[in-house]
């Protein structure tokens, strides 16, 4: 990830060799996945509860993963060299500006300081497991020797990093890393599923809408939070029409007018009650119970 912003930051052509700044971070990073999943995998199999045939398939797969994880290591020190050379180049040319002259060099020596402690460790591990972890093999249990040549490299890959910090001298407007095809691929798949979401949300809403209005029929304009109400509509003759479920009247079910007069209007409603500002319908008459008689 450094390197790539470095590319991205004091390269003039933004390359090194054919690979732009994000490939370059994309590919070494998943090289990186693979090596550690394959040493992990290896690991597990050759841990202290397993059988001797195990442990020795476990410890080749082990070691297979950190060979590999060291040729990633000699194709990206590659590429850091074609970087060096070219960035000389370009300062003899006076390609490069003034303010992007000196801080390169301090982060391409701390990254081959880096490189070269990660080195140290895997080779040691290399020849820590080589012989097996039998009794015959010493490497696995000498203390001293893992110190120095395994946790040492380690503390050094990070204490360079912290002398030589990248946020010292990568600032400003290009130091922002470009995005990567892949990423623009999965932005544009991601806003075009939701585009697809959205316009499809949109027409369902559109639909229920319609469905809504339909069902509802001269009363799709009331609102959800409102009570309903006779719905008066007024015909060629003046003639109020009211629907049968919301007439109130004292005419049998099944007699009740499906339409009356406007001066009728005021007879089917309900009286309000006396002094009553919120206009509540009166309490319903009491009647007493019915009472049995004996024949």
């Not at 195990?54 to 410890?59: D, T």
Request: contains cysteine; neutral net charge.
């Amino acid at each position: 990830m450094v390197f790539a912003r470095m590319v991205n930051f004091y390269s003039p052509t933004r390359r090194v060799w054919i690979f732009s700044p994000s490939i370059l971070a994309l590919a070494f990073v998943t090289l990186d996945v693979v090596s550690f999943v394959i040493q992990l995998v290896g690991g597990g199999m050759a841990g202290p509860g397993s059988s001797a045939e195990s442990q020795k398939k476990g410890l080749n797969i082990y070691m297979g993963g950190i060979g590999m994880q060291e040729s990633f290591i000699v194709l990206f020190l590659g590429l850091v060299i074609k970087f060096h050379y070219d960035q000389l180049q370009a300062e003899k040319d006076g390609r490069l500006r003034e303010d992007k002259i000196t801080g390169w060099r301090w982060l391409i020596w701390a990254l081959y300081g880096c490189l070269l402690a990660i080195t140290i460790r895997i080779v040691y591990r290399l020849v820590e497991f080589s012989a097996g972890l039998g009794y015959s093999n010493p490497l696995p249990s000498n203390e001293p020797l893992l110190y120095v040549l395994e946790s040492s490299p380690m503390w050094l890959a990070i204490l360079v990093w912290n002398i030589a910090h990248p946020g010292r001298f990568i600032h400003g407007e290009d130091a922002k890393m470009p995005p990567s095809w892949l990423s623009r691929l999965f932005c544009c798949s991601c806003c075009c599923s939701k585009r697809r979401s959205k316009d499809r949300d949109g027409d369902l809403g559109q639909t229920n809408a319609e469905q809504r209005r339909i069902r509802m029929g001269p009363y799709s304009a009331l609102d959800d939070d409102h009570e309903l109400q006779p719905v008066l509509n007024l015909d060629n003759t003046n003639r109020a029409l009211y629907s049968p479920a919301y007439l109130v009247s004292d005419t049998t079910p099944g007699n009740t007018p499906s339409t009356v007069s406007a001066s009728e209007d005021l007879r089917l409603r309900t009286p309000l009650a006396v002094g009553n500002d919120r206009g509540v319908s009166p309490e319903p008459p009491s009647y007493a119970p019915y009472q049995s008689y004996k024949l």
